[in-house]
């Protein structure tokens, strides 16, 4: 019998990528969540109201809930295929949550990112969505998200219902050990872009993500409308294909930032350099909105010491916020 796993990725063959944006060959428009989950739902609990996605109920309230929990800078949308794959293949539902500072959930205070806070807000959003009785679940999480799933699956109120755990890439050692190369590597990555297409590509092409269709599911729900202050998911319904002949001027920028896996090189040149970008401005051409690409050691509390690795390796994972979308600006002090 045929294996359902994907095949492998083959291995970098160390030609040199083609110039951004030219040969396209492949359909980077965007595509809507709704191809994947039945509705999204905006719990609103103690820490903020979290942006969840839901698959249809299963018919047996017995069946488990897969509760997905996304990595630093992803969303929840990067499970859509896994969702519909995943119900295809049995009867569950999958309940896909954007962590606070991701996607469009809003937490109340973005400063606190407390591995206990994490935690808390995953058991919140658990107990407001299925009440007192809740049924089987199954933890999956990758990346930071693994981080937070293991310590959920360890809450006194809710270990009686936890029926497994999956934990997908988390960190080898300890986040503390990896902060050395993460500046370089987040000053590596583009400002922004000139469409919702244009962010689809660099993703595939950066490595980011490797297959398409999930860059065009999960891609919009990353980057943010520099003239709205609005995530392009809002935008895919009546979203319009960027032609060459009429290329897109929309002002997209990056949402939150991804930590590349240890080991691996940025493959995109480094962004436009502030004065390149104000010169750009003057000019009439795209400008950008600025992001807060990681949060300074010294602005994250530490709380107990034994959340100390496990706080500032998320806090260098979550972005705070992003700036107001009328000031343009990549220059400001970090707050």
């Given amino acids: 019998m045929k294996s359902k796993l994907p095949p492998r990725c083959p291995k970098s063959t160390g030609a040199k990528m083609a110039p951004f944006g030219a040969g396209r060959r492949r359909d980077y428009t965007p595509v809507s969540w709704k191809q994947y989950f039945q509705k999204y739902e905006d719990v609103e609990v103690e820490g903020g109201t979290f942006r969840i996605y839901l698959s249809p109920e299963p018919d047996d309230p017995r069946r488990p809930r897969i509760v997905t929990l996304h990595g630093g800078g992803y969303s929840a949308l990067s499970w859509a295929l896994f969702t519909q794959e995943i119900t ?111 962010a689809i ?84 051409v795209t400008s950008a909105l600025r992001v807060e690409l990681f949060r300074k050691e010294q602005d994250i509390d530490e709380g107990e010491a034994g959340n100390r690795s496990f706080q500032k390796g998320i806090g260098y994972l979550i972005e705070r916020r992003v700036d107001h979308p009328n000031s343009h600006s990549l220059d400001k002090t970090q707050q």
């Fill in 201 to 284: 590509e660099w993703c595939v092409r950066s490595g980011q993500v490797r297959n398409v269709e999930s860059a065009r599911v999960s891609m919009p729900s990353q980057i943010v409308n520099c003239e709205t202050g609005l995530l392009a998911t809002n935008e895919v319904e009546n979203y319009k294909p960027e032609t060459p002949e009429a290329p897109s001027r929309r002002e997209i920028t990056s949402r939150v930032d991804v930590i590349e896996e240890e080991g691996e090189e940025p493959t995109f040149k480094p962004p436009p350099s502030v004065g390149d970008v104000k010169e750009a401005e003057m000019k009439g």
């Fill in 88 to 198: 295809n293949m049995i009867h569950c539902q999958v309940v896909s949550l954007d962590i606070r500072g991701h996607g469009e959930t809003t937490a109340k205070d973005p400063n606190d990112l407390s591995a206990d806070t994490l935690v808390n807000d995953v058991k919140e959003v658990i107990y407001k969505l299925f009440g007192a009785e809740l049924p089987p679940l199954l933890l999956m999480g990758h990346s930071m998200g693994g981080a937070i799933a293991v310590r959920v699956a360890n809450v006194p109120e809710l270990e009686n219902y936890v029926e497994g755990l999956v934990v997908i890439d988390v960190v080898e050692g300890t986040a503390m050990e990896a902060l050395a190369s993460m500046q370089s590597f987040l000053r590596s990555r583009p400002t922004h872009f000139r469409s919702i297409e244009h």
